[in-house]
């Protein structure tokens, strides 16, 4: 059917940059400030050749400085004339976008981009009540539902379904599927005309209230694949997308009939973080994933550059290659179809990941010179029903208002005319029961839609468990291992003799020590070779048994921090990463400068020598006649 020309939109992919605070790790290596950020404008300095870079977005957000903490958790401008961009004006400027355009019908995606750890899941999800772009957008949604629906004109009906999925390994799966029942090798991604890309028997659950959707969120979220690298130890080494589909139903106030449908989907993407392997770390399993991931980014950024030649006339014919990975496919129509994109770019401003951040600079780029084509959607139908019931209004308005008398002719003809119209209307009112009725039997038979399940408690809620510390604060609690009664090894994964509680990991053994569980207390006995099977309490080494007490911080290995928690303490919330690091290299830094002491004592020890043997030397070289001026210059004895 003929598209209304105010129904397509031309538009740009709106992108901005935001650069966070400097990290434990890059304050460890005192690394310098490269980023610099002036209006809509982000300059990057070279650190070794001092050489800047410009680059221009619709928003350069500086939340590197100039903040305070508020009392309820929040981060906000120190001081009125500071440049720091908080959560609130993220959200205005980005998320806001993504919820006007939705409500008007098109489709959104809005995703970040960036190296592990560069601050993307600040902006995407936030810390604590330090609310990031989803949940925010989230309670927006059912903010203006609950606001409309209380109005007495109210002719729109209101539905919304989540899910939730991630790509790991080039593997698609539900994060609303317990990781046990998931199929092998994912879920399959699918395309037909009707419905365009699509992933086969992804979980799609009704929501009626923000905090049924956060619920939801919440279950995908403990779901999510997390493991370690050097980076940022425990960082999710997955894509995840939080898709919500919003439905308005519109239908006419006197005959209750509906009038019009139109449905929006909502992508919100956190891409896992771009890095160079070397710099994680990874190794086996986690160099595979890092792979897979700078696989799947590297065909998002080829489909990207292609996509920004044609839409500056280069390369026409040129076929984007949205197949060579599932994460293009799936953020097809959101890369070069229908849809309105938004994009956060997010940096380090350390000179250590100068690499890093100017890839991701140029990345974005590139994306803001995409143009998309964003339509409101409607099916084909509701369209038709629509077009039908404005020409039954123009032909009730000819025949109340005397328009065909209008027009001349005799008595015969006029009524004639008038018989053809009523004709007319009723066709027109059976072809829209009967395109009504094929509507409703089509959407009963593709719609599986599950009501919002009963969230049971978490299985470690009132048991004696560990969770782990995490440098990004979101992902921190995500992995609990409980203690079963009697002991329990710990130790990396292995296929023979697997321990108990499975942690990988630098440094980590098969059998890394052994936590005794009996009558509610719990000790941890350390490996024969402590020294090999490193296990720090509280910043020291453990060599012999020890008890776990609440709130322990616990290192396994090079850098795998967890908390001790007993469910019958309140959990302190004052125990971070940073806190467990820097207690963990206190006595490693104290142990690295006597080593420094005593390598510099041995040093002038050898140097004393040396000088005394010179002296003595040149003693006898005097004796023996050697100590003479030679044209004027000192002689060795002197020097």
Known sequence: SKQSTWEVQMSSVKVAVRVRPFNGREKEANAKRIIE?????????????GKDRKFAFDFSYWSHSGFKEEPSGEKAKDTPESPYADQTLVFNDMGLDVIN??????????????????????????????????????EEIFTRINKKMV??????????????????????????????????????VRESPAAGVFVENLSKVSVRSYEEIQKQYDVGNNNRTIASTLMNATSSRAHTILSIVFKQRFHDLQTKL???????????????????????????????????????????????????????????????????????????????????????????PASICYEESLSTLRYADQVKQIKNAAIVNESPQDRLIRELKEENEKLKKKLGTGGMANEGGSKEEIEKLRRAFEEQLEINKLARLEIEREEERRKANSEKVIEAPVIEEEPWKGKFHIANLNEDPFLSGKIRHIFKEGNNIVGKPDKEAAPDIVIGGVGVLKSHCTIVFTEGKAKLIPNADPSAAKVLINGKLVTEEQELVHNDRVLFGSHNYFVVIDPTQPEDTNITWDSANKEAIQDQLKAVTASQEALLQTKLKELEDKYEACLLYTSDAADEGLGVDLGGRRTLQHK
């Open 101 to 138: 355009n939705a409500f008007e019908g098109y489709h959104t995606c809005l995703f970040a981009y960036g190296q592990t750890g560069s601050g993307k899941s600040y902006s995407i999800v936030g810390y604590g009540p330090d609310k990031g772009i989803v949940p925010r957008a989230c």
């Open 258 to 348: 509906p009038t019009n449908e139109k449905v929006s989907q909502m992508h919100l993407v956190d891409l896992a973080g771009s890095e160079r392997v070397g710099d994680t770390g990874a190794t086996g399993t986690r160099m595979l994933e890092g792979t897979n991931i700078n696989k799947s980014l590297s065909v998002l950024g080829k489909c990207i550059g292609i996509l920004a030649e044609k839409a500056m006339g280069k390369k026409k014919d040129a076929v984007v290659p949205y197949r060579e990975s599932n994460l293009t496919r799936i953020l097809q129509n959101a890369l070069g179809g229908n849809s309105k994109t938004c994009m956060i770019a997010a940096v380090s």
């Open 151 to 188: 109005e007495p004109d109210c002719n729109v009906e209101f539905v919304v379904t989540v899910c939730m999925l991630e790509i790991y390994n080039e593997h698609v799966q539900d994060l609303f599927t317990n990781p046990n029942s998931r199929p092998k090798g994912g879920l399959k």
């Open 37 to 49: 950020m002036e209006g809509k404008t982000t300059k990057i300095t070279d650190p070794e050749t």
